[in-house]
């Protein structure tokens, strides 16, 4: 495809707009090809067989950890789905996208935990990635729920980059199989990045039911999100469409159970020690959803997404894999 009819696909607008706006039309023509170089690892493709064959070895399609430690459950999950070299090659670009909603200590269950976040970057380190960096685009100052979530100071003790966002860093880009969102501003460090890594919290929320995977990509959004919450469940869906994270963690080490996604109460946070990992965004949040006493298909933007052929939601056809109590 022509990288001038590319952004016109893209919503970009006029060639006077392209021609100005040539990097941001170079990466999204980049991310394009990288999309179809990668279609069998970034797109789902349906449960793993039990068998490796020729196709190569074989790994779980989740892998659940339970323990008491938050980094210790990150690394053997990893593990578990054949270590983090089988998606950070040597020399990659890493984005970790948690969930960094707003300034938050850990024990209230609104942020991803620290420690998980820290472990992840170190195994991004490890397995030999260029570059490693943390953002999210939170509700309250950035610094200050960058700092008061642990973060900054987790992140930073294993040499990992927290990156401040600000209006720069998204562009406007086509969602061309969404089908209420058909465009909508982006941030551009996932299309630079040559991984991404998805890792949410397990939390409730008030429109969503549940935030996990899936609601946590919409972190990647700029502009007024406060217009997306009509046709919510969709709209969730139409940005998984185009963001695929390469690897899902979920953190649930401290899930909360009631009045959020903010919470603000201890009373509101139960100790669930466990940590779930997948390709598939889909299915990390349908075994996240058991842990709130509820089945993926409770969740309609999991049903919207497992009929539009994003991912399985029926645990019975998956294959997985659980360590500790």
Known sequence: ????????????GTLATCAGGLSGCARALR?????????????????????GGAAGPSYPDLAIVAGDDPAMNTRMAV??????????????????????LTAREPEYAVTTNPQAVAA???????AGARSVSVMDRPTSPAVQAYKVSGLQRAVGAVDGRMKILSKRDFERLSIPKGRLLSSWPLLVDVFDADVTINMPIAKTHGLAGLTM??????????????TIHQDFHQKIVDVNTLIRPQLTV??????????GPTGGSLEDVRLARTCIAGTDPVSVDAYGATLFGMKGEDLPY????????????????????????
């Open 250 to 259: 979920l953190d649930a080490y401290r899930i909360l159970i009631r009045n």
């Open 302 to 325: 999991l049903r919207l997404a497992s009929e539009q052929g994003l991912g399985v939601v029926d645990l019975s056809q998956l294959r997985l894999e659980k360590r500790g109590a």
């Open 213 to 226: 995977a899936m609601k946590n990509l919409m972190g990647v959004m700029g502009g007024e999100r406060g």
């Open 31 to 51: 991310w394009s090809e990288t999309q179809r170089e990668q279609v069998t690892t970034r797109e789902f493709s349906g449960p793993s067989s039990p068998e």
């Open 79 to 100: 593990a578990m789905l054949g270590g983090l070299g089988r998606f950070v090659k040597p020399g990659a670009r890493v984005v970790i996208k948690p969930n960094v």
């Open 120 to 126: 992840m970057v170190e195994m991004c380190w490890e």
């Open 1 to 12: 495809m022509e990288r001038r009819e590319f952004c016109r696909l893209l919503g970009i």
